[in-house]
């Protein structure tokens, strides 16, 4: 059986899978906002889980940021606490085994992959597009990783310029200048509305009032849809994936899978585009999923 833990910055969870990939139960607690806290949460987890149901389990663990190739550290997580530590290192300790831990991005990706909206694809390109701009990628269902580990970052790639550029060119907190996920993360989509319409909105309301009939929104979300496509065009031109599963807030903007690819056709190099961007299939479990999925992934 797998066990796969999610350590998100408020909450962590755990599931736990059969040897098929069922979902036998889950857990959900609070994450303590200190280094030995989250710890003693997530190894209490998995102790629990083996305890309950009298099994070594794989341990697979998802989390912000990504390990540093030079101090075996996280790095770059938004759980600050986290950073600078050696959590894989500390939990092996602690549960006297090996565990396998990823980017929490990469989790989504290879849940999706694995047995959700990707599935029948060898090549997909998992997205995350919420407060930031992340992405995995899986090939033969396995998380390609990379050199220096940062597989997928499209999102700190810059936004390639358009004869019809409406949006403004924001810093991003990276220290360069229009990248991607000023335009396509949730606060970059509510900073230009508010640039073009002078009004503060957050991207849920934007989306909303759209699907409500206001043509200001919707007319927005097609400009928005344009800058998708011009970011994604860049991800197909190099690993050409099968299926592009979308995650996070936006992947609830229902006029995304409709309208998508004649505005991909415009900036792919290529005379077809068949890639199929979908949203996915597993919400908000596909990173805990995709926690324990390292498991099956590694046999
Ligand atoms: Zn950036």
């Known amino acids: 059986m797998y066990i796969g833990i999610d350590l998100g910055g408020t909450k962590t969870e755990s599931i736990i899978l059969d040897e098929n990939g069922k ?3 889950r857990l959900r607690k609070d994450t303590p906002q200190n280094y030995n806290g989250t710890l003693d949460t997530l190894c209490g987890l998995v102790n629990y889980l083996e305890d309950k149901y009298q099994k070594k389990c794989t341990v697979g663990v998802g989390t ?6 030079e101090t075996n550290c996280i790095k770059g997580g938004n759980s600050t606490w986290l950073n600078g530590r050696p959590l894989k290192n500390d939990i092996e300790l602690r549960l006297n085994r090996k565990i396998i831990l990823e980017n929490d991005a ?4 290879l849940s999706e992959a694995y047995d959700g909206a990707g599935s029948k694809h060898n090549i ?13 990628l899986i090939i033969n269902k396995k998380i390609i990783n990379g050199f220096n580990n940062i597989t997928g970052e ?17 810093d991003c907190y990276c220290g360069k200048k229009g990248c991607i996920e000023t335009f396509l ?11 073009t319409h002078n009004v503060k909105l957050d991207a849920k309301t934007i989306q909303k009032n759209a699907n409500e009939g206001d043509e200001k929104a919707l007319e927005f979300i097609f400009e928005y849809l344009d800058y998708l496509a011009r970011g994604l065009s860049q991800v197909i031109n190099i690993i050409d994936p099968g299926a592009i599963v979308l995650g996070g807030g936006v992947s609830n903007m229902k006029q ?7 505005k991909l056709k415009k900036y792919v190099f290529s005379d077809t585009v068949n890639t199929e961007v979908v949203k996915n299939k597993f919400g908000d479990s596909s990173g805990v999923r995709g926690a324990a999925d390292l498991g099956r992934q590694s046999i």
């Open 23 to 25: 979902e036998i139960e």
């Open 64 to 69: 912000p940021g990504a390990l540093s190739k």
């Open 154 to 170: 499209w999102g700190h790639n810059q936004m390639p310029f358009g004869s019809n550029d409406k949006w403004n060119r924001h």
């Open 185 to 195: 993360s949730g606060p970059g989509f509510s900073k230009h509305y508010s640039d």
């Open 106 to 109: 990469n989790c989504f990706a």
């Open 256 to 262: 995304i899978y409709e309208n998508i690819n004649p």
């Open 124 to 136: 997909v390109f998992g997205v995350i597009i919420g407060t930031g701009v992340g992405g995995g």
